[in-house]
Each structure stands twice: as structure tokens, then as C-alpha cells.
């Protein structure tokens, strides 16, 4: 490591000790492969300190009325990490498991994600902690208005623009836009996005994640002269991401061999029938007791014989402890953060190419940015533009990592975070420090 870039101790961000996981902490995850992209740029100190921080944290209470009439008090979070090329891009999750620490590493994750496709966006998250399964549809309602609120001096198409993550849906952004706009007095559409297409969301949204999965591991396959028709998939996770990834990539020619969802795993050497599952989720909402293949564990699909594996379900699954048992040959991380950091140089030893989430997964922020486009022009666009732009920002976005990886000889993760972080520096030194 660079002298210059050593910092004394107590300026750099500790996790909370009671949220401290090594390995599976999110944010020493995100801070290990930032460290090492920032080495490899030879990012100036005053500007490493920059970045390694947070730009704001906002704590709220919330008192919430709950259906049986005794007052709740809620704790919401909403980090905006870097807001340098735009407003502040990230998700609102409502999870028991929200911390702090956690929004942290996930606003920067944005701020690495938006950049590496180019959009022109900062990074956020936000966070509640709450059981909203175990909540009324009005008490949630209530809930998202009055954090809304909370939030509402930082929110606002050019400043900060929330979207559904963990645990929320077009329903909470519909609640979010409409408090907003009543204390603005007028509709603001441009200030969430994953709305309603009813009102203002964009056609191609829900697929965007899974649609760029299948574009990038195209990509890659290309790269690696393998054809996407002799190719088999694993795919961890059958929700949004996994299932629309696994339908498109059967479209292009590829066998999915295993799938995957909370309840289990099945494994069909010959292919499993996508539409098949897809219809016994809709009936069944999930794959418990699907017959389309014989049943293996988690661990089982994640190390199982295919040329392409798909982890779209949780973060640290593929972890120092299996990574030397997965035959697979590309590795594209539909869900956020699936690798630990202790598993990335046991990969790199097996050679597997490697497409890091916050370029795999980046097609729902890049339709989100769509969506947010079309609201502020008021034009709306058809399906296939949306689908033919989003191909196109992906594979420009791959063609930029995959160029950099070669040029440095690292890896695609280290490429992808040295693309983000040197077009979030570049910007920095433009526009210089305020003083
Ligand atoms: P989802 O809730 O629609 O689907 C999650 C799937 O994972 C479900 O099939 C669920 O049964 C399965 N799952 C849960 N626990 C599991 C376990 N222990 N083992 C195997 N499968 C399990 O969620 P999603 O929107 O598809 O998101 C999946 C991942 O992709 C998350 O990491 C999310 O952060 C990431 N992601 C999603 C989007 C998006 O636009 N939806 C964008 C970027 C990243």
C-alpha cells in the first residue's frame, strides 16, 4: 500500500462493534475492495479521505398510531453517501435487520453502481427497522408517510430519489411520492422511482435487473468465446431477478440446470422447464414441491456443474469456505454483495471470471434512471426503446470494466470499482472544495 494513502487510525470509519462480522460485514466488504481500487489509482489522500466517507446520515424517530391504538416509535435511516455527478440515487428497504452500518455500505454501493454505468446520480439507501410482515397495510402506510417526512428536507427529483428495496414495492413509493407532493403542493413524479406505471413508473422496470444479468453474462460469454447456446446456468433465488434472468436466458439458448428459492433447490441435467417453475410460483408463491428436478441443498447448487452461476437471492453465499468447490466458469452476482471479500482471491486462483454486483445488477438503477427521465420530460417511451437502451448501457458499461481489467490485469470487481471510483473523482477535482 501507498504510504500516502495510510491514514492515522482514528480517522478511519469503524464499523460498530456490535455489528462487526469481518468477513460478512457490509461495510468492511465494501471498504476492502474500495481500499484496493483506490491503491491501485493511486487516488490522492485528500480525496481517498473524501471518499471513504458518508456525506450525510439521517437518524428519524417516527411515532407511528398502530391499529390497536398504542403509539409505536420507529428508527429510519437515510445515508446520501456521495451526491458529486447528481442527486442521490438508493433504495428504501424496511427490515428488523436495518442498521446503520449496513444503509452505510449500501449508499456507498449505489455511489459505485451508478457510476460505473454513467448515470448521472450519487448514491443513497435508506433504511426502517420494522417487521412489515407482521404490519397492517395502514400501519405501513402511516409508517412510510411519517419517514417520508423525516426525510422530506433531503428528498426531491434533484436531490435525492428514493426507489424499493427489501420489503417495499410500488405501494410504498406510491405512499412516498404522494406525501411529498402535498407538502410541494403539486404532483412529483421524478421524486421516487419503481412506481406504479399508472402513475409515472416506466414499462420495462420490473424486468431491468434480470434483463441486464442476461445482457452482461452475454457479454462475458463472448469475451470467453463460449456460446450462450451450449451454455448451463445455476440460479440462486427465483424472485424478481433470478426468475426473469433464467426466463431471458433460456430465450438466448441457455440450459438452466438448478434453481433455487428459500424453500430449496432442484437440479435437471437436461434443463429445467423456466416456464414451467415460473407457473408453479405464481400458484404455489414459491418453488416448494415443484416436480421439474431432484431436490439439492443451497450448497449443492452453488457448487454444481455449469458453466454460469447466478447467485440472485442473498448477500455472502459464496464465501472463503466454498469458493474452491464451485465449478462454474462465469460468476454474475445478481443479488448485492453474494461474494465475501475473503472469497474473491480463491476465485481469482480458480480463474473464474467474475461479474461484480454493482455491475451485474446495475439495470434496475439504469431503468430507474429511465424512469426518472421520462417523468421530468413527460414522455414516456415504449417498452423496446427501454430495452434497447438499457442493452446499450450495458454492454458499453461491461466493454469499459472488462477494458480496464485487461489494461491493469485485475480483476473485474477491482476494474468495476476503479471505474466508478475514478469517474467520482474526476468529478471532485472539477468542482473542488467548497471552503
Ligand atoms: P425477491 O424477493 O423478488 O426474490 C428473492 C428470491 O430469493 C426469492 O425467490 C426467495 O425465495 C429467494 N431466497 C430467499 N432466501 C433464500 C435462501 N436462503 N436461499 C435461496 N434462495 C433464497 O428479490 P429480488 O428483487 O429478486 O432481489 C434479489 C437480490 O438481487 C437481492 O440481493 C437484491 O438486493 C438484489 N437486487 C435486486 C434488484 C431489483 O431490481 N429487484 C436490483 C439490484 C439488486
Not at 483506490?38 to 480525496?47: I, K, S
Not at 446520515?57 to 407511528?64: A, E, R
Not at 455500505?105 to 412489515?132: H, Q, R, S
Not at 480463491?346 to 438503477?365: H, M, S, W, Y
Request: aromatic share 6%.
Amino acid at each position: 500500500m501507498p504510504t500516502d494513502l495510510r491514514l492515522p487510525t482514528d480517522s478511519i470509519v469503524k464499523p460498530d462493534k456490535d455489528s462487526f462480522l469481518h468477513e460478512e460485514n457490509p461495510f468492511e466488504a465494501m471498504m476492502s475492495r474500495f481500499d484496493r481500487a483506490a491503491q491501485l489509482l493511486d487516488l490522492e489522500p485528500g480525496l481517498y479521505k473524501v471518499l471513504r466517507h458518508p456525506e450525510k446520515q439521517i437518524i428519524v424517530s417516527m411515532p407511528v398510531m398502530m391499529d390497536n391504538g398504542e403509539v409505536e416509535v420507529f428508527t429510519g435511516y437515510r445515508v446520501l453517501y456521495n451526491t458529486s455527478r447528481g442527486p442521490a440515487k438508493g433504495g428504501i428497504r424496511f427490515d428488523l435487520q436495518v442498521s446503520l452500518d449496513e444503509v452505510k455500505a449500501l449508499a456507498a454501493w449505489m455511489t459505485w453502481k451508478c457510476a460505473v454505468v454513467n448515470l448521472p446520480f450519487g448514491g443513497a439507501k435508506g433504511g426502517v427497522i420494522c417487521d412489515p410482515l407482521k404490519m397492517s397495510a395502514g400501519e405501513l402506510e402511516r409508517l412510510t408517510r411519517r419517514y417520508t417526512m423525516g426525510i422530506i428536507h433531503t428528498l426531491g427529483p434533484d436531490s435525492d430519489v428514493p426507489a424499493p428495496d427489501v420489503n417495499t414495492n410500488e405501494r410504498v413509493m406510491a405512499w412516498l411520492m404522494d406525501t411529498y407532493s402535498m407538502h410541494h403542493r403539486h404532483t412529483v413524479t421524478a421524486v421516487v422511482t419503481g412506481k406504479p406505471v399508472e402513475m409515472g413508473g416506466s414499462l420495462g422496470r420490473r424486468e431491468a435487473t434480470g434483463r441486464g444479468c442476461m445482457i452482461v453474462t452475454k457479454q462475458a460469454l463472448k469475451h470467453l468465446g463460449i456460446k450462450m447456446q451450449d451454455t448451463s446456468v445455476a440460479v440462486q433465488g427465483f424472485g424478481n431477478v433470478g426468475s426473469i434472468a433464467a426466463q431471458l436466458m433460456v430465450r438466448e439458448g441457455c440450459r438452466i440446470r438448478a434453481i433455487s428459492d428459500r424453500t430449496g433447490g432442484y437440479y435437471n441435467k437436461g434443463g429445467i422447464d423456466i416456464e414451467a417453475a415460473l407457473k408453479y410460483v405464481a400458484q404455489h408463491r414459491s418453488l416448494d414441491g415443484f416436480k421439474g428436478g431432484d431436490q439439492i441443498t443451497q450448497e449443492e447448487l452453488l457448487t454444481s456443474d455449469v458453466d454460469v452461476l447466478l447467485p440472485a437471492a442473498l448477500e455472502n453465499v459464496i464465501t472463503s469456505k466454498n469458493a474452491a468447490k464451485i465449478q462454474a466458469r462465469v460468476i454474475c452476482e445478481g443479488a448485492n454483495g453474494p461474494t465475501t471479500a475473503g472469497a474473491d482471491s480463491i476465485l481469482d486462483e480458480k480463474e473464474i471470471f467474475v461479474i461484480p454486483d454493482i455491475l451485474a445488477n446495475a439495470g434496475g438503477v439504469t431503468v430507474s434512471y429511465f424512469e426518472w427521465v421520462q417523468d421530468r420530460g413527460g414522455y414516456f417511451w415504449s417498452e423496446d426503446t427501454v430495452n434497447e437502451r438499457l442493452n446499450d448501457i450495458m454492454c458499453r458499461s461491461f466493454a469499459d470494466v472488462l477494458k480496464l481489467s485487461m489494461q491493469h490485469k485485475v480483476n473485474m470487481r477491482t476494474a468495476a470499482y476503479m471505474v466508478s471510483i475514478s469517474r467520482v473523482a474526476t468529478v471532485h477535482r472539477l468542482r473542488g472544495i467548497y471552503a
